[in-house]
């Protein structure tokens, strides 16, 4: 039986709540989003046949919460807290309400999760193969194809990080607000990777792309007055508007400068550019926020040649000097040889060598201000080692399409 996408949204944003809920009521981290796996696939198998129950929350909590009693009382090593579990009676929030109540979850288990799952002491790719599963609700299977690695490697890495956080209290933690910017960082590269994907056939990957900005909105809602917050979500949406221009018909790689702005999404751009401006009034700017003004400026600009660079620059000015990452500063060096021209931008570029060879960036960067410079047979080269060098396929073709133009 198919599943409407409707129910799949629907089933994906009730997934984390009935997460939290089971695991605020019986702890066993493990154990209960297993439990929440089982409900549902029960809700889909069952809810196109018998349509969506009035409390689809309700619904999944009580089958979930079975499944997950079922679970305990089959271990019979965990024989005496299976019994404590199934003697204590269900909170009033496993109580499915009358139909049509309106009933908000008490406490904002997304982010609670997503708390969890960015815990210190699990690494960047385990916090977001965990973030992924759990609060995104998407399988182990479609975690592992996302990034390419067979479905066992993903499953171990998933289980070895509920490891890591098993006894874990459920709650916000005492230090929040210090544990937020890996929850952002998180959300942060899951973006990246499905908007430019580091390997394979496909540029994007449209559907992880997407998942970290219904994430991300979630977090802007639990936390609206968070400027960073909502830097991050404005930065996602004024970067995936333009996701449509970027390939050509066959899949190719269109560069920033040579794409069709009508294909931008107007909305998206418009929603991101009130967030940033919203957040910037708020007071000091953050990374994202900074990142998402640059956006902005590209966004906002009627065409390549009417972009903005000067405050393009002035921008990555600020932000290197919070986040002096060689990200940024190769980005910024791309700036500089749009205000100052190509030599300055090149002399940008000779710090970065040791922290980026092992990239393909650099390469592509510097063969692209080399031939602004006229200097083609060293772009040739430059262009030539960056493809060497990405697992992209798009990007190989399209750094080895600008080698074939400059040669004699």
């Known amino acids: 039986m198919s599943v409407t996408p409707e129910t799949e949204d629907l089933l994906r944003r009730h997934a984390p709540q009935v997460l939290g809920a089971l695991v605020r009521r019986y ?33 999944l909590i009580k089958v979930a919460a079975r499944r997950l009693t079922d679970a305990l009382r089959a271990e019979e090593a965990r024989r005496a807290r299976e019994e404590k579990v199934v003697a204590l009676s269900p909170r009033d929030a496993f109580t499915a309400p009358p139909p049509g109540a309106d009933r908000a979850p008490r406490e904002d288990d997304t982010l609670t999760l997503l708390f969890l799952c960015c815990h210190p002491n699990l690494t960047p790719p385990a916090q977001i193969a965990l973030t992924l599963r759990a609060v995104g609700g998407l399988t182990t299977a479609e975690i592992a194809r996302a990034y390419l690695v067979p479905e066992a490697t993903m499953a171990q890495r998933i289980s070895r ?23 952002l960082q998180t959300l942060y590269l899951i ?8 390997s394979g056939a496909s540029l994007q990957r449209r559907d992880l792309a997407g998942e970290a900005i219904r994430l991300a909105r979630e977090v802007h809602r639990l936390l ?10 404005a930065l996602m949406l004024l970067t995936d508007a333009r996701r449509d221009a970027r390939t050509g018909p066959h899949g190719e790689l269109v560069p920033l ?14 929603e991101g550019v009130a967030l940033v401006t919203g957040a910037l009034s708020q007071g000091r700017a953050g990374p994202y926020q900074l990142r998402a003004a640059i956006a902005a400026v590209h966004d906002e600009a ?21 986040v002096p990452g060689p ?20 002399a940008e570029l000779v710090e970065l060598e040791g922290e980026l060879s092992a990239g393909h960036r650099l390469d592509a960067v510097r063969g692209h201000l080399l031939e ?21 396929l798009p990007e190989q073709r399209y750094l080895r399409a600008r080698a074939a133009r400059l040669k004699s």
């Open 224 to 233: 609206p007055g968070h400027g960073e917050a909502a830097g991050l979500l």
């Open 257 to 270: 400068d040579e794409q069709d702005r009508d294909r931008w999404d107007k909305a998206a751009i418009d």
């Open 372 to 392: 602004r410079a006229g200097a083609h047979d060293q772009a040739r080269a430059a262009y030539e080692a960056a493809a060497a060098r990405t697992l992209s």
């Open 161 to 183: 990080a509920k490891q890591k956080v098993r006894g874990v209290r459920f709650g916000r933690p005492d230090n929040g607000e210090e544990r937020l910017p890996a929850v």
């Open 327 to 346: 990200v940024e500063r190769l980005n910024r060096a791309v700036a500089v040889a749009m205000v100052h021209g190509p030599r300055a931008g090149l």
């Open 27 to 59: 702890g066993h981290f493990d154990t209960a989003e297993d439990a929440v796996q089982e409900a549902l696939l029960a809700a889909a198998e069952q809810w196109p046949r018998a349509g969506v129950p009035d409390n689809p929350r309700g619904w």
């Open 302 to 322: 009627p065409s390549a040649q009417a972009t903005d660079w000067e405050e393009i620059l002035g921008l990555y000015d600020v932000l290197v000097r919070l």
């Open 191 to 198: 973006f990246n990777e499905g908007y430019t994907a580091t």
